[in-house]
């Protein structure tokens, strides 16, 4: 058996997707695959988890309680035993008792990039398992669950979180300014469960800012043509900026930038979505003097259809 589930990233909404507001998802054209073997023997699951076909993590476990038997590292083995008995608990009869098996993820990205090694896998287990990926992630991690539910599109769309459930509306985000953008690793991955439960722990509504979002969001799939599309990011990043009392990308690291520049996902790490007016080549350029090798056009990154 072979899943595979797609890596993601939150266009806009990030932080007031988790207070009800609705944000802009695309899937990735990179993602992960589990592949899931039957094998000798009785009660045990063998992990091999991969990056660019180069294993970083193994573990054993039994299939009676899913105990850890052995693993190069105990926190991530915990971590994925954690999701085995949350799946278990949604079906009985997953990754039968009396049976053994071996599972090999891997992923087609650099796990420190925030596109979603965990999400992937939670997708993917999910889907061994048959049970439904949002609901498998409430159970075992933190955030909107936007990410799990991306792994499973194949093109752009809103997503907006109601109670224990989620809205998502498929929408056509493939501008035909595309060659204008962007997406830069900023090099500073962070931990976005430490920061979502720092946000969560706020006790403001939002209202206004809530409404603000989504019709943003809703602007910027939309947006006819490139200037448009600057001048929605500009009021979607000031918004934020004043509301996580955070300079904007903009207005500190990128001043000297002729476009504009937002955060995609937490303030200060992973990826950013940047315009570019220039040639591309400018672009590298541009970047390498300011430390940053990693970046990706529209076009190589975005599942659109």
């Not at 998802?25 to 993602?31: A, R, T």
């Not at 992630?137 to 991306?150: E, K, L, M, T």
């Not at 809703?218 to 600057?230: L, N």
């Amino acid at each position: 058996m072979k899943f595979y589930s797609r890596g993601k990233l939150l266009i806009s909404g990030e932080y007031l997707v988790l207070k009800g507001a609705k944000a802009l998802m695309v899937p990735l054209l990179k993602g992960q695959s589990l592949n899931i073997k039957k094998a000798a023997g009785t009660g045990s699951l063998e992990w091999k988890s991969l990056e660019y076909g180069k294993e970083w993590f193994t573990a054993t476990f039994n299939t009676k309680l899913f105990e850890i038997l052995n693993a190069s590292d105990e926190v991530i083995a915990r971590r994925l035993q954690v999701i085995l008995r949350k799946a278990r608990n949604f079906n009985p009869v997953f990754c039968r008792k009396e049976l053994s098996f071996s599972a090999t993820t891997d992923l087609e990205f650099d796990r420190n990039w925030g596109f979603g090694s965990s999400s992937t896998l939670i997708a993917n287990i999910a889907q061994w398992a048959e049970v439904d990926s949002f609901l498998l992630h409430n159970q075992v991690a933190r955030g909107s669950g936007y990410d799990v539910v991306a792994a499973t599109l194949n093109q752009p769309a809103y997503f907006t979180l109601l109670d224990d459930t989620c809205s998502v509306e498929k929408v056509n985000f493939n501008p035909g300014f595309r060659d204008q953008i962007y997406f830069i690793f900023l090099g500073r991955k962070q931990d976005s469960a430490k920061v979502v439960d720092r946000f969560l722990k706020s006790k403001k509504q939002y209202r206004v800012e809530i409404r603000t979002i989504s019709e943003l969001s809703q602007h910027m799939a939309k947006a006819k043509t490139i200037g448009d599309f600057e001048f929605y990011l500009r009021e979607h990043d000031t918004l934020m900026s004043a509301l996580l009392k955070q300079p904007r990308l903009k207005d500190s690291r990128f001043n000297d930038l002729n476009g504009e520049i937002k955060p995609l996902g937490a303030w200060g790490g992973d990826f950013a979505m940047m315009t570019w007016h220039d040639a591309k080549e400018d672009l590298s350029k541009y970047l390498e003097d300011k430390g940053i090798q990693t970046f990706f056009g529209f076009d190589e990154l975005i599942k659109t259809k």
